[in-house]
């Protein structure tokens, strides 16, 4: 069975730039999360989807990012315009359904940095 | 709030030592605790996690935890550890809004 997959795994910009990040999670996983990943830290959430539905993005930072799920599956994270304090791990992670109970899968990451 | 405190940033042991990775943390709903793993250039990997039941968890790579509700700790510890467990480690505690809670993380160093 395939895990999550993301792409791309690096990407190089200069700040004020766009970027835009994709995540195909385990197949029939309802759930699924953006984490942000400084380095030294452990990830903190940004978003988190029950289907298409985005039920908590309390921690995104809305004047420059976005998400989408379109269909449920799939999903991308934009950054419009990128920072220099963007520099980080983004983490895509999917679960059967939210809950405790539900193992968090993640993906390998996407490498950001903001030049 | 839930938080978790992961008290050493890093951990060097030699081969075949035990090791001990602390966590404490902070919870005043139900108690659900995790250890993920990242090995280097992976994503984070389930490790154990305790949710209820038996206090000691342990997961199939030798790695133990035991919940301690008096002291709020969920230490890991592993009796004899390989070159193979090199990564870097995070506690993880589940919040009252659907949300896992992470440490900073442990990065275990192997000595030959």
Do not use: M
Not at chain 1, 21 to 50: A, D, K, M, V
């Amino acid at each position: 069975e395939a895990g999550v997959v993301q792409s791309p795994r690096y990407k190089i910009i200069e700040k004020k730039q766009p970027v835009a990040f994709w995540c195909n999670p385990i197949s029939g996983h309802n759930t699924l999360y953006w984490y942000l990943q400084n380095l030294g830290q452990g990830p903190e959430l940004l978003i988190r989807y029950e289907n298409e539905e985005a039920v908590d993005d309390s921690q995104l930072p809305k004047d420059r990012f976005s998400a989408e799920r379109l269909k449920g599956v799939d999903s991308t994270l934009k950054i419009q315009p990128a920072e220099l304090g963007d520099s980080a791990v983004y983490l895509c992670a999917s679960s059967l359904n939210s809950g405790a109970y539900n193992e968090q899968f993640f993906g390998p990451g996407t490498r950001l940095t903001v030049l | 709030a839930q938080s978790v405190t992961q008290l050493d940033s890093q951990v060097p042991v030699f081969e075949e030592a035990p090791v001990e990775l602390r966590c404490n943390y902070s919870s005043s709903v139900s108690v659900y605790l995790f250890w993920y793993v990242q090995y280097p250039n992976q994503g984070l990997q389930l490790l154990l996690k305790y949710l209820s039941g038996s206090t000691l968890v342990e997961s199939i790579n030798g790695f133990e935890a035991e919940f301690n509700k008096s002291q709020t700790s969920f230490h890991l510890r592993k009796p004899s550890v390989h070159i193979s467990d090199t990564a870097e480690y995070f506690c993880a505690v589940y919040g009252r809004d659907d949300k896992i809670i992470f440490g900073k993380g442990t990065r275990l160093h192997i000595l030959p």
